[in-house]
């Protein structure tokens, strides 16, 4: 899956990730590979992004939103802590 992380200033991640956690509105919640489409505004907390088991990477964002579709996600965050 291709991940891009942006906030308004600059591209905070762009690459391939086999799953990403995001801080949901109603929770947290993870994506992975074949994922329903899915649209779902985001509440500050930690992005927590997966390339493989050895690999985690974290972002602490101030909220924003999170659009998954096609194994392509886009995360537009209102900034970044």
């Not at 200033?9 to 391939?16: A, H, M, P, R, S």
């Not at 690999?55 to 965050?77: C, P, S, T």
């Amino acid at each position: 899956m291709n991940l891009e992380i942006l906030t308004p200033d600059k591209k905070v991640f762009e690459g391939e990730v086999t799953s990403v956690t995001v801080p949901g509105t109603l929770g947290s919640f993870q994506i992975l590979k074949d994922h329903a489409a899915i649209i779902s505004t985001l509440e500050d907390g930690e992005v927590i992004i997966r390339a493989n088991k050895a690999d985690e990477q974290r972002f602490f964002i101030k909220g924003g939103v999170v659009e998954a579709i096609h194994n392509k996600i886009v995360v537009l965050a209102e900034g970044i802590a």
